[in-house]
């Protein structure tokens, strides 16, 4: 089975996102498995949580609640972790980085 994380944190992404998360709920695919990782860049009920209610959106595998400028140190540690075929990021914020 392959893996697939997306990691998103900001508005834009999350709209972004929940396009794709739209699609696996109308085909689901049994031979990827598909997870979210949300950096919280943009944090707060009226910036985040509320996509998560209006796009339907499921639960990510993990919230980062570091600072802003460990979150790079902690999404690598984490993708080392889980070691997803594929990353995919939206935009081009603090969340999309990751050393290789």
Known sequence: MK?????????????????????????????IEFAWLDTMQHYSESMSEVFYNEFNLSEPVMKLTAARSQVPLFLEDYVKQINPDLVVVYGDTDTTYLEH
């Open 3 to 31: 893996k697939v994380l997306s990691i998103i944190g900001t508005r834009p992404q999350y709209i972004k996102y929940s396009a794709i998360e739209h699609e696996l709920k109308i085909r689901p695919r049994s031979d």
